[in-house]
């Protein structure tokens, strides 16, 4: 059974002020099991009681799970005081307090981006033990050799000596190609072409674990998917 003050309660699952819910409560907007309840203060137990507020019920969600379709010059970050970040891309409705991205896609990649409020969740996708297959497509600016593919499998040295584990490699034809890593280093598979002196015009993350960004996804837009998306990442 989880506990919590009702104003607090109102505010986090429909992401309006405290002091507005606060307001709203105590003219008589919300009902506990169908009594009005004018103390912002009344414990409610998250999982049982039924809350109206302003005449709407409020399905109660623990944590809330979503994914976007990252477009590119915006940043992975939670704020920014002049730039915009991946946040300002969730649609009012969904947002909530602590929702935060998972990992970390570059300014210029696109693609399917985790962004949730679940922080055990989120440190299990990112954790190196956890071993998530992530998949890019990937545009060069040169051709891949079998030589590339054979380290890309054996494990690639970084440029500051750190060696990657072993990563897929597909050449896709046109300096296209797929590549599948289970770590998240500060730019990754850039500096791992990079080491074979291969620029990296484009980045697009198609899949997380077995989460796959749906084609009906456009660029900047969030969907929500639920806690049954869990089984399909860790
Ligand atoms: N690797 C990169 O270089 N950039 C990303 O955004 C993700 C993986």
Redesign the pocket.
């Known amino acids: 059974m989880k506990k919590e003050r009702l104003d607090k309660y109102v505010s986090n699952q429909l992401n309006i002020s405290r002091s507005a819910v606060r307001t709203g409560i105590m003219s008589g907007k919300a009902s506990v099991n169908g009594e009005t309840v004018k103390n912002p203060a009344a414990p409610i137990d998250c999982e049982a009681d039924t809350v109206f507020y302003s005449g709407n019920k409020i399905e109660y969600k623990k944590y809330v799970y979503l994914m976007l379709n990252k477009p590119a010059g915006i940043i992975?970050a939670s704020s920014d005081k002049s730039r915009k970040t991946v946040l300002d891309l969730v649609p009012y409705e969904l947002r909530r307090k602590d929702l935060a991205p998972v990992g970390?896609?570059?300014k210029?990649?696109t693609g399917l981006l985790i962004i949730t409020d679940d922080g055990e969740f989120a440190h299990k996708c990112i954790s190196p033990k956890s071993n998530i297959e992530?998949s890019?497509i990937v545009e060069l600016d040169g051709d891949i050799t079998e030589d590339v593919i054979t380290s890309f499998r054996n494990g690639v040295t970084l440029a500051d000596g750190y060696i990657c584990k072993p990563a897929k490699l597909f050449d896709l034809g046109n300096r296209q190609a797929r590549v599948v890593?289970t770590e998240?280093?500060?730019?990754?598979?850039?500096?791992?072409f990079g080491v074979f002196s291969l620029g990296?015009n484009a980045?697009h993350?198609e899949s997380f674990g077995s989460l796959k960004l749906p084609p009906d996804l456009g660029e900047g837009e969030c969907a929500e998917i639920g806690e049954s998306a869990q089984k399909l990442i860790i």
Request: charged letters at 40%; a positive charge.
């Open positions: 992975t970390r896609l570059d210029d990649t992530k890019y890593i998240g280093k500060y730019h990754q598979i850039k500096r791992m990296v980045l993350r």
